[in-house]
């Protein structure tokens, strides 16, 4: 069994945490970008913009700001809503939460969406509004809309929720070039390192004068210089040679 | 759910590495060394198989001469001794190629389809020179210098769920042999356990035509070595679910225990009591030098307690004079003042084995997805009057202080290790701690201050994004009793090692967790855990807490 270098199997776990990373520069409040971490690699199983789309649009995703996102008009069960010019994949959770409330309180929901950045993301919505116990359809167009209403649970997620359950198994196979530069966009939301950031772990503490804090019975015999110039030892982290 | 509390919590039946031992045991899995070509120099590759009665799989590694440089047991480390797969199925030389080719580029590198983890360890040099001295020239090593450790190696990585491309543990599902909390990574330290003590026989062997391999009761008492630190509160944070069900397991094991009617000559107190007597023979022979963490030596004096008290409830069926209904549950609070919470812990670890059936079908129900979602539908009049029923302690905590955002969570640039410092020492660092107790408390503020008690989450939400996450884990977690510490873990008085004990200790069953700078741990995993020989032929027992090896 041989592994492409071409094409990379990504697994959920690496695609939501790069994801999360990308929109943790973006400014966006944590507890919001949290809840956002799926819409990348949901976007790229449907054949959307996927991360493609995530890297195109990263610089411009600068000053989001999901509170713009209002009800222009609501009527019953149909309600029009004001993307606020945000993009579609930070207006999904809101549009997700209507769906739901309204279907909650009609039997069936109808919402369509205004000002949106690229609205045909708003495709994505129908895959996690399953996850919420809403079956809905997405209606592509000017004025795109979805519909949904309460979808009857079977508690298997392979079931309920038949496309992160896919994800899950396999995983999605994406462009090498694309995954690393991606990659590389989102390790900007690490931490440089530094000597002082490196006493912010490990079972001691090197002073700048040497002097070691801490007992030295750690078992791992440290190498103490990665501890006094993590910079100049570190010119190839990623291989050990075989 | 006080940090210090969950941090006494010591291992037992219900720990991972336990439970999963036990299943192994109870269903005899065949594991053997299949191939071993390693130099004198340490360097090659080795391949063992793991035969369940489901399913095979194959653990490949690869073996390399120890380096110093830059060699720690921190993530930044870029030296190790050992890197290995554990993948399903039987090893093929495909397989083996696409490892060799993968693993050494490690975050750059990708698994295969087949693969369930990524594993690193690194030699205890100098335990491990001393054994492979001591057995090349046909000696058994020295117990004393042994038990300082109790391992040969020690792990430095197990990385799975689909880290590196591995398989999606969810996607394992209740049938698949290693489809358990954890399973995938735990029977990968076993093994690691394995090849450390095949590893230095084989090179013991090489050295000399006068090498003997380790006595069977050394081998059973070395376990592998294990480093833990901050991410496993990350790890925490991140899976409150699973915490949850993994204490509430625990916790009703221990009620129904507690609850058995043992009187005057029960054969359940004079089992308890031996166990109790094999945990103090155990802590007696400590050799491991704790930090903060309480002493062997102390512990053991308060086992004393414990076994003073079965051996009257043995005798007489009465706890402290009295007879009671419940004579464990009153024993337990008869000597919770009176001895450590690592004591009294040991008692209600010990007290599973009373339980067996029980305790195993309660470890093997722990789950818990990740996501979490809104209830949009719910009005902010009810998740305030939740907030203030179940959050009161994240609420009492004071945040005003100057001590209560000190610190900052985060990961580094290199190797994505995660770090807690002060926050003027990080001031390019994203905060990646959650900070439940600030966000209860502006949360709250932000809904008290709507007008409409009827408004729908949803509606708030919209003016609120910032809030989404804590109100979906808040809804989420409404019915779980045990998920989230009682603790602002950006504060000045927070104990990393305290909740790092937690994982190690409770959930992983990890053995003589010592600590250092009150936020790393070091400790052993599979201390006198069964031989694949006696795994194959299904011998059951109580195996933890081994005595030293007598020679």
């Given at each position: 069994?041989?592994?492409?270098?071409?094409?990379?199997?990504?697994?959920?776990?690496?695609?939501?945490?790069?994801?999360?990373?990308?929109?943790?520069?973006?400014?966006?409040?944590?507890?919001?970008?949290?809840?956002?971490?799926?819409?990348?690699?949901?976007?790229?199983?449907?054949?959307?913009?996927?991360?493609?789309?995530?890297?195109?649009?990263?610089?411009?995703?600068?000053?989001?700001?999901?509170?713009?996102?209002?009800?222009?008009?609501?009527?019953?069960?149909?309600?029009?809503?004001?993307?606020?010019?945000?993009?579609?994949?930070?207006?999904?959770?809101?549009?997700?939460?209507?769906?739901?409330?309204?279907?909650?309180?009609?039997?069936?929901?109808?919402?369509?969406?205004?000002?949106?950045?690229?609205?045909?993301?708003?495709?994505?919505?129908?895959?996690?509004?399953?996850?919420?116990?809403?079956?809905?359809?997405?209606?592509?167009?000017?004025?795109?809309?979805?519909?949904?209403?309460?979808?009857?649970?079977?508690?298997?997620?392979?079931?309920?929720?038949?496309?992160?359950?896919?994800?899950?198994?396999?995983?999605?196979?994406?462009?090498?070039?694309?995954?690393?530069?991606?990659?590389?966009?989102?390790?900007?939301?690490?931490?440089?390192?530094?000597?002082?950031?490196?006493?912010?772990?490990?079972?001691?503490?090197?002073?700048?004068?040497?002097?070691?804090?801490?007992?030295?019975?750690?078992?791992?015999?440290?190498?103490?210089?990665?501890?006094?110039?993590?910079?100049?030892?570190?010119?190839?982290?990623?291989?050990?040679?075989? | 759910?006080?940090?210090?509390?969950?941090?006494?919590?010591?291992?037992?039946?219900?720990?991972?590495?336990?439970?999963?031992?036990?299943?192994?045991v109870a269903e005899r899995w065949d594991i053997r060394?299949?191939?071993?070509?390693?130099?004198?120099?340490?360097?090659?590759?080795?391949?063992?198989?793991?035969?369940?009665?489901?399913?095979?799989?194959?653990?490949?590694?690869?073996?390399?001469?120890?380096?110093?440089?830059?060699?720690?047991?921190?993530?930044?480390?870029?030296?190790?001794?050992?890197?290995?797969?554990?993948?399903?199925?039987?090893?093929?030389?495909?397989?083996?190629?696409?490892?060799?080719?993968?693993?050494?580029?490690?975050?750059?590198?990708?698994?295969?389809?087949?693969?369930?983890?990524?594993?690193?360890?690194?030699?205890?040099?100098?335990?491990?020179?001393?054994?492979?001295?001591?057995?090349?020239?046909?000696?058994?090593?020295?117990?004393?210098?042994?038990?300082?450790?109790c391992y040969l190696m020690r792990n430095t990585g197990?990385?799975?769920?689909?880290?590196?491309?591995?398989?999606?543990?969810?996607?394992?599902?209740?049938?698949?042999?290693?489809?358990?909390?954890?399973?995938?990574?735990?029977?990968?330290?076993?093994?690691?356990?394995?090849?450390?003590?095949?590893?230095?026989?084989?090179?013991?062997?090489?050295?000399?035509?006068?090498?003997?391999?380790?006595?069977?009761?050394?081998?059973?008492?070395?376990?592998?070595?294990?480093?833990?630190?901050?991410?496993?509160?990350?790890?925490?944070?991140?899976?409150?679910?699973?915490?949850?069900?993994?204490?509430?397991?625990?916790?009703?094991?221990?009620?129904?225990?507690?609850?058995?009617?043992?009187?005057?000559?029960?054969?359940?107190?004079?089992?308890?009591?031996?166990?109790?007597?094999?945990?103090?023979?155990?802590?007696?022979?400590?050799?491991?030098?704790?930090?903060?963490?309480?002493?062997?030596?102390?512990?053991?004096?308060?086992?004393?307690?414990?076994?003073?008290?079965?051996?009257?409830?043995?005798?007489?069926?009465?706890?402290?004079?009295?007879?009671?209904?419940?004579?464990?549950?009153?024993?337990?609070?008869?000597?919770?003042?009176?001895?450590?919470?690592?004591?009294?812990?040991?008692?209600?670890?010990?007290?599973?084995?009373?339980?067996?059936?029980?305790?195993?079908?309660?470890?093997?129900?722990?789950?818990?997805?990740?996501?979490?979602?809104?209830?949009?539908?719910?009005?902010?009049?009810?998740?305030?009057?939740?907030?203030?029923?179940?959050?009161?302690?994240?609420?009492?905590?004071?945040?005003?202080?100057?001590?209560?955002?000190?610190?900052?969570?985060?990961?580094?640039?290199?190797?994505?290790?995660?770090?807690?410092?002060?926050?003027?020492?990080?001031?390019?660092?994203?905060?990646?701690?959650?900070?439940?107790?600030?966000?209860?408390?502006?949360?709250?503020?932000?809904?008290?201050?709507?007008?409409?008690?009827?408004?729908?989450?949803?509606?708030?939400?919209?003016?609120?994004?910032?809030?989404?996450?804590?109100?979906?884990?808040?809804?989420?977690?409404?019915?779980?009793?045990?998920?989230?510490?009682?603790?602002?873990?950006?504060?000045?008085?927070?104990?990393?090692?305290?909740?790092?004990?937690?994982?190690?200790?409770?959930?992983?069953?990890?053995?003589?967790?010592?600590?250092?700078?009150?936020?790393?741990?070091?400790?052993?995993?599979?201390?006198?855990?069964?031989?694949?020989?006696?795994?194959?032929?299904?011998?059951?027992?109580?195996?933890?807490?081994?005595?030293?090896?007598?020679?």
């Open positions: 069994m041989s592994v492409s270098n071409t094409v990379l199997r990504l697994m959920p776990r690496e695609m939501r945490m790069m994801t999360e990373r990308v929109f943790s520069l973006t400014g966006l409040p944590k507890g919001f970008f949290l809840m956002v971490t799926d819409m990348a690699m949901y976007s790229q199983r449907l054949g959307l913009g996927g991360f493609a789309l995530l890297e195109q649009r990263a610089p411009g995703l600068h000053g989001a700001d999901p509170s713009k996102v209002t009800i222009a008009s609501e009527d019953g069960g149909r309600l029009l809503l004001d993307g606020g010019n945000q993009h579609a994949w930070f207006v999904i959770p809101a549009l997700i939460d209507l769906l739901g409330e309204l279907a909650h309180k009609h039997g069936n929901a109808t919402v369509t969406v205004t000002n949106v950045v690229d609205a045909g993301e708003l495709r994505v919505a129908v895959e996690l509004a399953a996850r919420s116990g809403l079956a809905a359809t997405f209606t592509a167009g000017a004025q795109p809309t979805l519909s949904a209403k309460p979808a009857t649970m079977t508690g298997k997620l392979a079931a309920d929720e038949p496309l992160h359950w896919d994800l899950l198994q396999n995983g999605l196979s994406i462009d090498a070039d694309l995954w690393w530069r991606v990659y590389g966009l989102a390790t900007k939301a690490l931490a440089p390192d530094s000597v002082v950031s490196r006493r912010h772990a490990g079972p001691v503490i090197v002073n700048d004068d040497g002097t070691v804090i801490g007992r030295k019975d750690s078992d791992d015999e440290t190498d103490l210089t990665l501890l006094l110039k993590p910079r100049a030892t570190e010119p190839n982290k990623e291989s050990v040679g075989l | 759910m006080r940090p210090e509390r969950l941090a006494a919590i010591q291992p037992g039946r219900m720990s991972i590495t336990r439970s999963l031992m036990n299943r192994m060394k299949e191939r071993f070509d390693v130099d004198a120099a340490g360097a090659g590759t080795v391949v063992y198989s793991i035969k369940t009665p489901r399913q095979e799989f194959s653990f490949i590694a690869f073996s390399f001469p120890p380096s110093g440089k830059a060699r720690t047991g921190r993530i930044i480390g870029r030296a190790w001794d050992m890197m290995g797969t554990l993948n399903e199925g039987p090893a093929t030389q495909a397989d083996i190629d696409a490892v060799r080719s993968e693993i050494p580029k490690l975050y750059r590198g990708r698994a295969t389809a087949k693969s369930l983890v990524w594993a690193r360890a690194n030699r205890s040099m100098r335990v491990f020179d001393q054994t492979l001295a001591a057995l090349a020239s046909g000696q058994q090593p020295a117990v004393e210098m042994l038990a300082q450790v197990l990385d799975g769920n689909g880290t590196f491309g591995t398989r999606s543990f969810p996607s394992l599902g209740a049938g698949h042999p290693l489809g358990g909390v954890l399973q995938a990574q735990l029977v990968t330290a076993y093994l690691m356990r394995e090849y450390s003590c095949d590893l230095v026989e084989h090179l013991a062997s090489l050295q000399s035509d006068k090498a003997v391999r380790l006595d069977p009761a050394i081998r059973r008492f070395l376990g592998v070595g294990n480093g833990s630190a901050l991410g496993l509160i990350f790890f925490i944070q991140k899976h409150p679910r699973l915490i949850a069900s993994w204490l509430a397991a625990r916790e009703e094991a221990i009620a129904k225990a507690s609850a058995l009617p043992i009187g005057k000559g029960d054969a359940r107190a004079e089992t308890l009591l031996t166990l109790i007597k094999r945990a103090i023979a155990f802590r007696r022979e400590d050799r491991v030098v704790y930090e903060s963490i309480a002493n062997s030596t102390d512990i053991a004096n308060d086992l004393e307690k414990v076994a003073a008290a079965l051996t009257e409830l043995y005798s007489t069926g009465l706890v402290d004079g009295r007879g009671e209904t419940y004579p464990l549950q009153a024993l337990a609070r008869h000597l919770e003042p009176r001895i450590k919470s690592e004591a009294l812990e040991t008692y209600y670890s010990l007290l599973l084995e009373l339980v067996p059936e029980t305790a195993d079908a309660l470890a093997a129900s722990v789950s818990g997805v990740d996501e979490v979602n809104i209830v949009p539908s719910q009005t902010i009049g009810e998740l305030i009057e939740l907030i203030e029923a179940q959050y009161q302690w994240a609420l009492d905590i004071d945040m005003s202080g100057p001590d209560a955002h000190k610190y900052i969570w985060y990961k580094s640039e290199t190797a994505e290790e995660p770090r807690r410092g002060a926050r003027d020492e990080a001031p390019e660092a994203l905060d990646l701690g959650f900070d439940l107790c600030g966000g209860i408390q502006t949360l709250l503020a932000s809904l008290r201050a709507e007008k409409d008690r009827k408004l729908s989450v949803a509606r708030f939400l919209m003016r609120h994004p910032d809030d989404r996450y804590l109100v979906a884990r808040i809804q989420a977690l409404r019915d779980f009793a045990y998920h989230s510490p009682i603790a602002n873990i950006n504060a000045e008085n927070f104990t990393p090692i305290d909740l790092v004990r937690l994982m190690n200790a409770g959930l992983h069953g990890i053995d003589k967790t010592r600590d250092f700078l009150r936020r790393n741990l070091r400790g052993v995993l599979y201390h006198g855990a069964p031989s694949p020989d006696e795994i194959r032929a299904g011998k059951e027992g109580v195996w933890a807490y081994p005595a030293e090896p007598r020679l």
